[in-house]
């Protein structure tokens, strides 16, 4: 196995990292810009191939120190560059340069280009030549302090060039970005359902084609005509043919069965002409319908059908027209999506917040994308076929729920680029901000599993903490019905979308209870991954929001390993465990009700077989038990369970017993990584003796967690000696 390293533009990391494990890559984990992966030569030419996010593959030759330029020529000369190229071959050099002393990158790259030729021609007396277009390979110098990185570039060119763009507009739209806008607006399930695509404002038509070759399974990569690979002396051609062969069959069938529902208009009679060839290129000019149309004149054309995706990338201030003249397109757009496309999604990217305003919808879902530099939001509305559900507060708030609604807003307004530019979909909004009105607000945005073909939606659940005795249950309860109020005034959401609980400070029971039985279940997204959650009938929803960054740093440590998760609940950091590569997971928790959860969120994300254990057991007897050896064991242990079918628990009596079973199936190496949410938590001198451990619970608090930075402990442990 290789390692390879995928870039992309700022924003869709996490989107890459599903295309490409979905691809077949292994060890996939995201970075800024990018996203870092292991595979065979084929993986890497099938992601060259299928990728329809990524920029650029880059294959790393080697990782070296170059505090200077001596030390960088001299740590591109210890690699033998006769595997890679020819006396007779071309060859060209990017290079960035981050945070090093060494900053001039067109300087480095013809540094690194005479130690590569320089090695030839002392060997050979003749030195490969240098082709900045198509070289037979392009190699990628990243320097970092005193680090280099060099890789081979596999893409040759930027993989968003499909080789069928022959015109654009003034303000063209990078074809990997359009994938990106098109897969968070959900096109493959539209179109899935017999959804059809609009763009009102189509330009060159480069989210339509898109949109088209996605719904037709055509390789994004097929009409290329250069690789970085082809003439690479490592390449595999024989391979390759084979892989082309296979897109060009998928291709066949997909283009067959395709529908001509993709309809875009313009003004502009000239950008409408580069869109037809530009889609001729495509092998999609059949499919598509190109009217020119101002947007006030946007209607759904009579085959669309009664739902779709109605898209487009409309001018910014920064762009084409200046800023107060776009206002009235904007609303014209709002006005005719509105009038026109009941039942549809509708999609813009601008990077003018208040130009999205004047749409003059409400957005349920915003995303964080980058056109080139240019930072800008992409806004998805869902435009209902019956009236709108009206928000909780109906009347006015009273002072005290004005308040906390202002609160909320607030809250929102400093955390939403963030959550945003992390990709959080699934957050606390309050935490008790204001004494009086006691209780959490936690955000879930996800798509109804009952409702597939429905937009993503919002959802609240609140857990009203339970008052101090001296407070008469008539005024909690109507702090409780204010708050209720409130929250759906700030967020703008009907009271059938909030979830309301009371959590008691009670000593049994475990640490989960059945409340309902709706069985409605939403699917969110976190880190990538998918997770049903249920807000209504039971006192936890299947996800611990606060263990967003413990579940991150299970990723991290399970690669290539055993990773066994006791009092697993529905089994979300087994996933994520997964997903960072473990070998195998084994999830116990004494729940079949939960066990079932923790399969079904296995499943959800691709994970099954015998790789992935599920044990309905109490977990101290299960550990007094169990031979098998393990090199990361996660526990996550109620406060105090009294279940009649297992063992009373107290964490603070019970964690040094806990922790010392876990120890005996600790394989060479291996660590336990040790969580609890009981706020006075003492960890016993027995298990600092036994064990060195590393209190990680400040860096495992979410930034959405910070007002109550005790909301759990965590340690991570290993065996001394």
């Not at 947007?295 to 409309?314: R, S, V």
Request: aromatic share 8%; charged share 25%; glycine share 8%.
């Amino acid at each position: 196995m290789s390692q390879f390293f995928a870039t992309c533009p700022k924003g869709i990391e996490y989107l890459l990292r599903d295309e490409l494990v979905a691809l077949g890559a292994s060890d996939v984990h995201e970075a800024l810009s990018g996203v870092h992966f292991s595979g065979t030569l084929a993986d890497a030419y099938r992601a060259c191939l299928w990728s329809r996010l990524a920029s650029r593959i880059l294959m790393p030759l080697s990782d070296f120190a170059a505090a200077d330029e001596q030390a960088l020529y001299d740590g591109v000369q210890q690699i033998d560059w006769s595997q890679h190229l020819g006396v007779n071959d071309t060859l060209a050099v990017d290079a960035v340069s981050n945070a090093s002393l060494l900053r001039h990158t067109r300087y480095l790259a013809q540094k690194v280009k005479d130690a590569v030729v320089d090695q030839f021609r002392d060997r050979d007396g003749e030195r490969p030549g240098v082709d900045l277009e198509r070289p037979s390979i392009r190699l990628n110098l990243l320097l970092r302090k005193d680090r280099a990185l060099l890789s081979l570039d596999l893409s040759g060119t930027p993989l968003h060039r499909r080789g069928y763009r022959v015109g654009q507009g003034e303000a063209p739209l990078k074809e990997n970005l359009a994938c990106a806008m098109l897969l968070r607006a959900t096109w493959p399930a539209i179109h899935a359902a017999g959804g059809a695509l609009v763009d009102p404002m189509c330009g060159s038509g480069t989210l339509l084609i898109e949109g088209a070759l996605m719904a037709a399974d055509v390789a994004p990569g097929l009409r290329r005509d250069y690789f970085g690979f082809l003439g690479w002396l490592g390449h595999d051609a024989t391979l390759w043919e084979s892989l082309l062969e296979d897109a060009r069959k998928r291709a066949e069938v997909g283009l067959r069965a395709l529908p001509a529902k993709f309809y875009g208009n313009d003004l502009d009679p000239q950008v409408l002409n580069e869109a037809r060839r530009n889609a001729q290129q495509a092998g999609v000019v059949g499919f598509l319908h190109l009217e020119r149309h101002s947007i006030e004149h946007l209607h759904k054309p009579a085959e669309a059908g009664d739902q779709g995706l109605l898209i487009c990338n409309p001018p910014y201030g920064e762009r084409i027209g200046q800023h107060d003249a776009l206002a009235p397109t904007y609303r014209a757009l709002g006005e005719r999506a509105r009038a026109e496309f009941s039942g549809w999604r509708l999609a813009v990217i601008t990077s003018d917040e208040d130009l999205g305003r004047a749409i003059g919808l409400r957005a349920h879902k915003r995303y964080v994308l980058y056109n080139g530099a240019l930072e800008c939001r992409f806004l998805l509305f869902e435009l209902g076929g019956k009236a709108a559900p009206q928000p909780v507060a109906e009347k006015p708030l009273s002072e005290g729920a004005e308040a906390v609604a202002n609160r909320l807003r607030k809250t929102l307004r400093h955390l939403r680029k963030r959550l945003d530019r992390e990709g959080v979909h699934c957050w606390r909004a309050y935490d008790a901000d204001i004494p009086e009105y006691s209780a959490a607000i936690d955000v879930y945005q996800g798509q109804e599993e009952s409702r597939p073909e429905a937009a993503p939606s919002t959802w609240l659940h609140i857990q009203e903490y339970a008052a101090p005795k001296d407070i008469p249950e008539h005024v909690a309860s109507a702090r409780l019905a204010d708050l209720v109020r409130a929250a759906g005034a700030a967020f703008e959401l009907p009271r059938e979308r909030i979830a309301v609980k009371t959590r008691y400070k009670a000593r049994g029971g475990g640490k989960y209870g059945r409340m309902d039985d709706r069985a409605r279940f939403l699917v969110v997204e976190e880190g990538g991954l998918r997770f049903r959650v249920n807000l209504f009938d039971y006192l936890d929803t299947g996800l611990f929001l606060d263990h967003r960054p413990v579940r991150a740093r299970v990723r991290e440590l399970a690669r290539g390993g055993r990773f066994l998760n006791l009092f697993c609940y529905t089994g979300t950091a087994s996933v994520y465990a997964a997903a960072g590569g473990a070998r195998t997971t084994t999830s116990v928790d004494l729940s079949g009700t939960y066990l079932e959860w923790a399969a079904q969120n296995l499943a959800l994300n691709g994970f099954a077989g015998d790789a992935h254990a599920l044990v309905q057991a109490d977990c101290l007897q299960w550990l007094e038990h169990e031979r098998g050896e393990y090199d990361l064991i996660f526990v996550d242990p109620p406060t105090f369970s009294n279940s009649k079918r297992a063992e009373d628990f107290d964490v603070q009596k019970e964690h040094a017993r806990l922790l010392h079973l876990c120890a005996e199936r600790l394989a060479f190496g291996g660590q336990i990584v040790f969580s609890n949410n009981f706020r006075r938590f003492k960890l016993d001198p027995e298990v600092a003796e036994r064990f060195v451990v590393r209190d990680i619970s400040a860096a495992t608090i979410p930034f959405d967690f910070t007002r109550n930075s005790r909301i759990h402990q965590c340690y991570e442990l290993q065996p001394r000696g």
